[in-house]
């Protein structure tokens, strides 16, 4: 029920977003409803699949960044994603969602900064389009796929994507800076924080050791007497 509301909340202000972005430019807007989308497949999931407390701040921080938005002039859907995000809100932070929420950590504990890095980086696609209202430009729609696409393989593991994350990311971020020199700061700063944590030993050490290309060779066996 919790989950389904988190679900509910977030696509209803994708949703909303899409159909009247307000002082938002039209592309400006698809980023943010973008980013409702992906942040709340992350909090259903994590609900669900996964269990974790994570998921409960995730869905937390849909509902109230869409109520925030709801501050702007918004359409009759836009009033039912409030409903809905207020309800959300409530069930999150029942004691009833303690006891489904896993309270050891896992037995793969891999520490705050993967899970944070994973985040930071396809939040990029929503941030471009709040630090530039105006509308996007050609580099900030590299910089959110750019994100996108590392954050996601960085998800499944994929060793190459942490060199994509480290190395890429902030340059891209530079290139936004001709298009709005104010917004670009915020995104600047942004990719900073995600090299940053891309470059810590808890980053690398979550993708594991690297597995050999062909099998080992078996040991000899024993001779028997």
């Known amino acids: 029920m919790i989950a389904a509301l988190v679900g509910l909340s977030g696509l209803l202000w994708a949703g909303s977003l899409a ?38 701040w995730v869905g937390l ?18 009033w039912l994603a409030v409903g ?22 896992s037995a793969t504990d891999i520490g705050w900064q993967p899970i944070v890095l994973v985040f930071a980086s396809v939040g990029l696609t929503p941030l471009v389009g709040l630090a530039s209202p105006s509308g996007l430009s050609i580099s900030h729609g590299l910089l959110a796929g750019a994100g996108l696409f590392f954050g996601w393989a960085y998800a499944r593991a994929e060793m190459w994507s942490l060199w994509g ?26 990719a900073a924080g995600i090299t940053a944590l891309a470059w810590t030993r808890q980053a690398r050490k979550a993708l594991g050791g690297p597995s050999p290309v062909l099998p080992a060779p078996r040991p000899p066996r024993k001779e028997r007497k």
Do not use: M, Q
């Open 84 to 105: 809905a995000s207020f309800a959300a809100i409530i069930g999150l932070t029942g004691p009833w969602l303690n006891v489904w929420l896993r309270k050891r950590p």
């Open 19 to 56: 159909a009247t972005p307000g002082p938002l430019a039209p592309s400006s807007a698809l980023a943010i409803a973008i980013g409702f989308v992906i942040f709340t497949v992350i909090a259903v999931a994590g609900l669900l699949l996964v269990r974790a407390p994570w998921s409960r």
């Open 165 to 190: 994350l480290r190395l890429i990311i902030l340059p891209a971020s530079l290139l936004t800076i001709p298009a709005n020199s104010a917004g670009a700061v915020v995104l600047v700063l942004a």
């Open 61 to 78: 921080g849909v509902a109230s960044f869409g109520i925030l938005i709801g501050a702007r002039d918004i359409g009759p859907l836009g």
